[in-house]
T-cell receptor, first 115, second 111 residues
Framework: DGGITQSPKYLFRKEGQNVTLSCEQN?????MYWYRQDPGQGLRLIYYSQIVNDFQKGDIAEGYSVSREKKESFPLTVTSAQKNPTAFYLCASSIGRQIAYNEQFFGPGTRLTVL | SQQGEEDPQALSIQEGENATMNCSYK?????LQWYRQNSGRGLVHLIL?????REKHSGRLRVTLDTSKKSSSLLITASRAADTASYFC???????????FGTGTRLKVLA
């Protein structure tokens, strides 16, 4: 059963804490992405990775960090430097080899709330 | 500002009517995609149209692309209550693996 999973579904964090959001895919996709979605708004790109051990900043990378040690996994850490982290976080993947033909597959999302 | 901007921001129609959403973008693209999001869920890919295509159909969906105007439209025919969702366009920027999403159109189909 192929797909992309995110965990946890809901996450609560105290101010000043770092938290890590998990994203795993078994689609054998090269490219993976992290987006942030605020209520009633579109998606904003945080980080993306085209290949293992390589990643690039998106439009709103400040206060976030990622790693891509395995093809299947692309965890996102929300650090205490992120001033307003409460949001819905979406992970996605795509084949990545031919950009003109790629669709993205999304996970179910993690809703992060800072208490 | 975002690469893609949809309009209208919100649309409310009766079941059976057609729904049309528009998307505008600013730079050269490889393709344009439409996605659907039910409240609190991840996005689901609907249709992809490449930069050298002008129209594409998938079931009740029809997408057009006008690269000279940098715009696209999504038409949902014979809408159903289950079509109630937010719809986003996304553009794949030429030469990159980067996608830019629009702000979305919230569609409500009344039974």
């Amino acid at each position: 059963d192929g797909g992309i999973t995110q965990s946890p579904k809901y996450l609560f964090r105290k101010e000043g804490q770092n938290v890590t959001l998990s994203c795993e895919q078994n689609l054998n996709h090269d490219a993976m992405y992290w987006y942030r979605q605020d209520p009633g708004q579109g998606l904003r790109l945080i980080y993306y990775s085209q290949i293992v051990n390589d990643f690039q900043k998106g439009d709103i990378a400040e206060g976030y960090s990622v790693s891509r040690e395995k093809k299947e996994s692309f965890p996102l850490t929300v650090t205490s430097a992120q001033k307003n982290p409460t949001a819905f976080y979406l992970c996605a993947s795509s084949i990545g080899r031919q950009i003109a033909y790629n669709e993205q597959f999304f996970g179910p999302g993690t809703r992060l709330t800072v208490l | 500002s975002q690469q893609g901007e949809e309009d209208p921001q919100a649309l409310s129609i009766q079941e059976g009517e057609n729904a049309t959403m528009n998307c505008s973008y600013k730079t050269s693209i490889n393709n344009l995609q439409w996605y659907r999001q039910n409240s609190g869920r991840g996005l689901v890919h609907l249709i992809l149209i490449r930069s050298n295509e002008r129209e594409k159909h998938s079931g009740r969906l029809r997408v057009t692309l006008d690269t000279s105007k940098k715009s696209s439209s999504l038409l949902i025919t014979a809408s159903r209550a289950a079509d109630t969702a937010s719809y986003f366009c996304a553009t794949a920027l030429s030469g990159t693996y980067k996608y830019i999403f629009g702000t979305g159109t919230r569609l409500k189909v009344l039974a």
